[in-house]
């Protein structure tokens, strides 16, 4: 949305600060969020808006020289081109000082705060709490397996023949228990009354083994163990998705500082070009320098004015990716009062490989999924096997009659070949599954020692690049210098102003890079929720 304004000729000044691609600094002061117990309370929206994240350096803005058609970009066709294109490059929020501007809402957060924030707030996060009460509720089912079940089976019915109607009215009742051998007793009680007179009563008590098919323990107990490696796979995945969020917020968090430490770049380079093109002016008004060269000053400070709108977008960019993973307002803007500090001795000891396998929870999922692979192979064999069965069975009718009954019972199928499919799949699936752990061993062992690498490089380009910022600091005092004493000109003074923009980049993203790869280590090794202290039981409940 874009405000509407008329063209109007500027001074100085308002083209200044529409090169520079920011609002006047009388709105860029913010409301500072409140920490509570509980987390984070958003106050009120009565103050003004908030503008870029980032200390605004403010530059004194002088009015150009009036030297008529040597002006260059002071002519007031070049005034009107950048007010029209500040009405592009500016929010309407930023060019008209209306009520109609929405407050921003500031928080000051550490990485700590941010952290635990996305832990209670992401909805992604409590969705997965809600699958793991799926999945301890599916494990107590599955624990019913060998624990009596009662039912109960109430009757009424209405019989006629011959023109004789029986009315007959009763409840039965069967309990039955499995044991892990795979065989089952049952205890019934049946009771009717009848309207002829012609009741009756029966207890029974069975006992049913299967010899062949579905027979001992280790087919039997396959169910429940089946639910108790699924229900650990999900605790292990649980455990993932916090480990990758915690990743996922120290990423966005780090990349909002660096965007921050860019428009603190972008700005001093603003300032200094501005001082360069006034030192320019000075010495043209002196008859020192050529008036050619304000034009090149000129064309510095436009091109830093770029940059630093560039900086501020993607410094948005990253307020935006934060507080989507926070599950903040549109409105909010986040200030980070953490750095990206690198204290010296900030090494990486590289852990054995076993500690990582160990540590790392998809490495431990798939040595569940070979399990439950080779119990399902287990099942798969027991049930190609004919299906051949004893029962003893014990009655007991109203009269006090007792009976007694031994059978053995088998059923061979001659031309079903679906559980001999289902062994085949069966013993695939273990296969596949033991090769997929034997290639996440080897990729984990390669993402570690690069993890290590990465680290103990990185360390070394920090102070590389900080060597560099220095120099190319001192060599850029040095060419203002020899400017000023006519020994140089606007040219190299633009190359050495460039080369410490470069030199102050390549600081930044080292910095950024060496502490991004000490996450991926410790995301590597398995250590993301002990380095950040998060308990995975209270992150369930």
Not at 181 to 191: I, K, Y
Not at 242 to 263: C, H, N
Not at 430 to 455: C, F, P, W, Y
Request: net charge positive; aromatic share 4%; hydrophobic share 45%.
């Amino acid at each position: 949305m874009f405000g509407l304004a008329i063209v109007t000729p500027l001074p100085q000044v308002a083209l200044d600060s529409a090169r520079c691609g920011r609002p006047d600094a009388a709105a860029s002061r913010g409301v500072r969020g409140h920490r509570t117990m509980a987390g984070f309370e958003r106050p009120g929206s009565s103050g003004p808006p908030m503008a870029a994240l980032g200390s605004e350096v403010q530059a004194k803005d002088k009015p150009m020289a009036s030297n008529g058609s040597a002006r260059g970009f002071g002519s007031a066709a070049s005034l009107m081109q950048a007010w029209v294109l500040t009405l592009f490059l500016l929010p309407a929020s930023a060019i008209a000082d209306s009520g109609g501007t929405v407050p921003a809402t500031v928080f000051d957060l550490t990485l700590e705060d941010a952290i635990g924030r996305a832990l209670e707030r992401n909805r992604p996060l409590l969705n997965r709490r809600l699958d793991r009460e799926v999945e301890r509720f599916a494990l107590d089912v599955a624990g019913d397996r060998w624990r009596p079940r009662v039912s109960v089976s109430p009757f009424l019915r209405r019989e006629s023949a011959d023109r004789v109607v029986n009315r007959r009215a009763g409840v039965g009742a069967r309990t039955t228990l499995r044991v892990p051998t795979g065989g089952e007793f049952a205890l019934g009680w049946d009771e009717a009354l009848s309207s002829a007179f012609r009741d009756t009563r029966k207890q029974t008590l069975s006992f049913t083994q299967p010899l062949l098919k579905g027979a001992w323990p280790s087919v039997e107990t396959a169910p429940v163990r089946r639910a108790r490696m699924e229900e650990r796979i999900g605790f292990l995945a649980l455990r993932q998705a916090v480990a990758d969020l915690i990743v996922e917020v120290v990423g966005s968090y780090r990349a909002l500082v660096a965007a921050s430490r860019q428009v603190e770049i972008g700005e001093t380079a603003l300032r200094r070009a501005r001082e360069q093109l006034e030192a320019t002016r000075a010495l043209i008004r002196a008859g020192r320098v050529a008036r050619r060269e304000a034009i090149r000053s000129e064309a510095t400070v436009a091109n830093r004015a770029l940059s630093l709108a560039r900086a501020r977008n993607r410094l948005e960019a990253a307020n935006f990716r934060l507080i989507g993973l926070l599950e903040l307002g549109g409105t909010v803007r986040v200030r980070p009062l953490d750095g990206l500090t690198v204290e010296p001795g900030q090494g990486a000891p590289e852990p054995s490989l076993e500690e990582v396998l160990r540590s790392r929870a998809d490495f431990r999922q798939a040595r569940l999924r070979v399990e439950i692979a080779r119990v399902g192979l287990v099942v798969a064999r027991s049930n190609v096997l004919p299906d051949l069965s004893l029962g003893i069975e014990l009655s007991r009718d109203r009269t006090g009659r007792s009976d007694s009954l031994l059978r053995l019972d088998a059923v061979i199928p001659l031309n079903d070949r679906a559980p001999e499919l289902e062994r085949l799949r069966a013993r695939n699936a273990l296969r596949k599954a033991e090769r997929d752990l034997a290639e996440l061993r080897e990729s984990v062992g390669i993402a570690l020692r690069q993890a290590v690498n990465d680290v103990e490089v990185g360390l070394r380009l920090i102070g590389l690049a900080r060597d560099a910022s220095a120099l190319a600091r001192e060599n850029l005092a040095i060419e203002r210098n020899k400017f000023g004493q006519g020994l140089s000109s606007t040219f190299e003074v633009a190359v050495s102003e460039d080369e410490l923009v470069r030199a102050e980049q390549a600081e930044l993203d080292a910095r950024l890079a060496w502490l991004d790869a000490r996450t991926r280590l410790d995301r590597v090794s398995g250590r993301t929720l002990a380095r950040w202290g998060v308990a995975l039981k209270a992150v369930e409940e």
